[in-house]
């Protein structure tokens, strides 16, 4: 055999190596082909390509392993079985751009299925050598680098403890200042990630400087970037007054109320998911907020969007009002119970009607005059309604069935507490439980002693007859609320409302002899 035939050889070997790896990457992508590449062995297959001798099968290896991985975690924990990991990280020094954002995206697609996974990936080495590609010529192995190391530290504070140990925290802050948007976007989604566990995590990221540079971006034109950029500046303030004040410090406001009017449902869900973790801290965040503008700016982004992207507004509300009777009124003259109103009625999702009552409930707690603001929206008959929901009494198994009624109950009784709207506490008098029914009779048996007219209107609507209907036990606190009510009015009024009074008048006229 000649020597051009022994290199025609190589050659077809190569070819063949060429040709069954790329087929293994594109079958790859797409999921129908997944169960049987596995069957066939694939991943046995691909390994020792990983250290071939031509560079473009080792890349193109890598790439079919990752997407192998991504799919499922059973896949995933068989790269690990099959020590990959260790050779991939060995590599990522050594080669080119092409292969690093290959193994970097073979790294991710292992860490992002669960702790144990990105376990893996951490003790392979692979946090060191990922950080060292943070400061990469290349912008597209930062962004891969900056993508795994997100997909590790979003699990739990210890890996995220495990990233900032590997120095990539600083490196990230870099990132974020490229032109590139891409890496911009990624290291910032990054960051948010670490920062999410812990105040200590948070502090981190704040002492590499990347809360005035996060702030800088707020205003940028691009929506992705503009998600992960609240995001990450949500995930630092949430954690205490302190981090909380530090994001106030960097001017966000009033800049941030811009993206409550943003066409990216994303950018005004995580704008007010920012203001909300300010809020939620202290009366003295929720003011500067109020000062700012930021209220009027909430409500009018709730009144102007549908489902979760009202979740987090509805709640800085409430936040807001929960405070102090001064907060809660600056809500109320912000018009800000009609919205919350309308999510009660509109919404479909438990959790987001629970928040809304939730938040009606902080609003009307504080006063006679907040109580009765709510009130007046004739609203108390929907948190009754949404209370007794008998479809939530059956599906109890779920966690916001449970707390749309909980939330439902307890605003009731925030209001009520203070309510001397009597209308409204008429309107709920023949419908509600005794549980609500005590907060109902305590709060008549407050106006109507000082109050002849309201002891008029008792009498006409049927709210006596009403109260007389109800069965007490004696010596509880309902039963002196009754008690207190009935002296309010004349005994033969009291004994004429009362059950079965009329049917002993009748028995008096059938039995009646008269004087002739």
């Known amino acids: 055999m000649s020597q051009r035939q022994v290199l025609q050889v190589f050659e077809q070997y190569q070819r063949a190596r060429t040709h069954f790896v790329q ?42 392993l990752g997407r192998l991985a991504n799919y499922n975690d059973d896949l995933a924990e068989a790269v690990v079985k099959g020590d990959i990991l260790p050779q991939l990280v060995c590599s990522l020094s050594e080669q080119n751009r092409f292969y690093k954002k290959a ?17 893996a990936v951490v003790e392979c080495g692979a946090l060191e050598a990922l950080a060292v590609c943070l400061e990469d010529f290349d ?47 990624i290291a910032a989604s990054t960051l948010s990630d670490i920062s999410k566990h812990s105040p200590e995590l948070a502090q981190t990221v704040v002492d ?57 449902e994303y950018v005004k869900k995580n704008g007010a998911t920012l203001i909300r973790e300010i809020a939620k801290h202290s009366p003295e965040l929720s003011q500067f907020i109020v000062n700012a503008g930021g209220v009027a700016a909430v409500i009018d982004c709730i009144g102007s969007c549908k489902g979760t992207v ?25 018009k800000g119970i009609p919205p919350l109103c309308a999510c009660l009625i509109e919404e479909h999702e438990d959790h987001i009607k629970a928040a809304a009552a939730w938040a009606l409930g902080q609003i009307g707690r504080h006063t006679p005059e907040h109580a009765r603001a709510v009130a007046v929206t004739n609203v108390l008959s929907t948190l009754l309604s949404m209370y007794m929901d008998i479809r939530s009494s059956e599906d109890l198994q779920l966690k916001a069935s449970i707390f749309k009624v909980y939330a439902a109950k307890r605003a009731l009784k925030n209001i009520l507490q203070k309510c001397t ?18 907060h109902i009779v305590g709060q008549f048996s407050k106006v109507l002693p000082h109050d002849s007219k309201a002891r008029r209107l008792f009498v006409i609507t049927g709210g006596l007859k009403k109260v007389q209907e109800i069965k007490a036990e004696p010596g509880s606190l309902l039963q002196e609320y009754i008690n207190t009510i009935n002296n309010c009015f004349p005994e033969e009024i009291v004994r004429y409302y009362s059950p079965g009074y009329s049917e002993m008048l009748l028995e008096r006229v059938e039995n009646y002899q008269p004087v002739l």
């Open 23 to 64: 087929a293994v990457a594109e079958l790859s992508a797409r999921p129908q082909n997944i169960g049987t590449l596995r069957d066939a062995g694939v991943m046995s297959l691909l390994r020792p390509l990983l250290l071939d001798v031509v560079p473009t099968i080792q890349q193109t290896a890598a790439l079919a």
């Open 103 to 119: 193994a970097a995206f073979v790294l991710r697609a292992v860490g992002k299925h669960s702790p144990q996974l990105a376990q």
């Open 310 to 334: 009202r979740l987090p507004g509805i709640m800085m509300l409430g936040y807001v009002a929960a405070h102090s009777e001064n907060l809660s009124m600056a809500v109320i003259v912000s």
């Open 139 to 185: 912008p597209g192995v930062k962004e891969a680098a900056a993508w795994a190391l997100g997909y590790i530290a979003q699990h739990n504070a210890e890996l995220s403890q495990a990233v900032v140990d590997a120095g990539a925290v600083p490196l990230l802050v870099l990132c974020i200042q490229e032109p590139e948007i891409a890496l911009k976007r």
């Open 421 to 438: 709207d009597l209308p409204a506490l008429e309107a709920l008098l023949h419908d509600a439980p005794p549980n609500i029914m005590k």
């Open 208 to 264: 590499a400087g990347a809360i005035a540079f996060l702030a800088q971006m707020i205003l940028n034109p691009d929506a992705k970037l503009k998600r992960q950029v609240l995001s990450a500046l949500s995930q630092i303030a949430k954690h205490s007054v302190d981090l909380a004040e530090l994001v106030v410090e960097a001017e966000i406001f009033p800049v941030v109320l811009t993206c409550l009017k943003d066409s990216d």
